[in-house]
């Protein structure tokens, strides 16, 4: 049988379709599958960070249930025939498999063709803790479907962390999102990251005590276009952000401006982003920076 990329398929069904038979070798209790040219990962997910998870719509984080798959490796918990993908034997390195992720979740017996990935990294403590503590990372070649993101623990809305802790805030609740931003002022040093299923994300680092002006650093990334939906979901996470901090005095001159300093990489369609509902929200207060 041939695979079709993201359906949902049996371990033996996937390994059969890739040639299967006499040449398959099984590690990690069967997690992962060496064949001449492909090397399946087999991953079930579970609570993050802990147990193995889908980080972002193009991530799998695979993690071991133990340590001791092969004691004599120098990762006893990933050897080297599930990780490596390059024949480093011949003068002239080349590749000669890829990685083929499929994904499920405990309530599912078949497992969702993911497709072909990268494993961009992996590791863990040298010596000591526990299988939690080590994790491969898979970027997927192509991301799941946002139905498959959601089966799999993904979130519908917003992602959002405030120092440190994770909040989740659905599309269009300002209010949430206001409460979660003013947070930053309760402290010196502050940060924020938020990003969702399209993959764009906002960062935002402050400073409350900088001479003479508090600041606050902006780092936007926009996914490529094929990946956004260009809707309303969006509930102006810049815009609200800038009102949040000037609407809460960060020191006792209550009014005090703020300077605002932008980077990253932003589609210049989105430029509003940064500049007119940015420079709307502070109504003259804050002189804005930025390097597009």
Known sequence: MELTLRQWYFPDEAVAAFGGGTAAEFLCDGQFVVLPKVILCFVTVGDAPTEPHVYSPSCV????????????????????????????????????????????????????????????????????????????????????????????????????????????????????????????LRQEFSHLRMTRYEEDSLTVHTNTAHYPLPTAHFHCFRASPRDMNDSSENPGCARVLAGSLLQTPAREDAGAPWVFIVSGRVHRTREWLLRKDLADAVNGKAHIKGDN
Not at 159 to 175: F, K, Y
Request: a negative charge; charged letters at 30%; hydrophobic letters at 35%.
């Open 61 to 184: 984080v695979w993690k071991p249930r133990r340590l001791d798959y092969d004691p004599s490796d120098e990762y006893p918990w990933l050897p080297e025939k599930a990780r490596e993908v390059w024949d480093l034997n011949q003068k002239e390195v080349r590749k000669i498999r890829d990685h083929h992720v499929f994904v499920r979740s405990p309530a599912d017996e078949r497992f969702f063709n993911a497709g072909r990935a990268h494993l961009g990294s992996y590791g863990g403590p040298t010596t000591g803790g526990t299988a939690a503590d080590r994790s491969a990372d898979f970027s997927l070649n192509e991301k799941l479907p946002r139905y498959v993101w959601l089966r799999l623990g993904g979130y519908p809305g917003w992602e959002v962390e405030v120092n440190h802790q994770i909040h989740r805030v659905d599309n269009g609740d300002v209010d949430a999102f206001r409460h979660l931003a003013e947070g930053l």
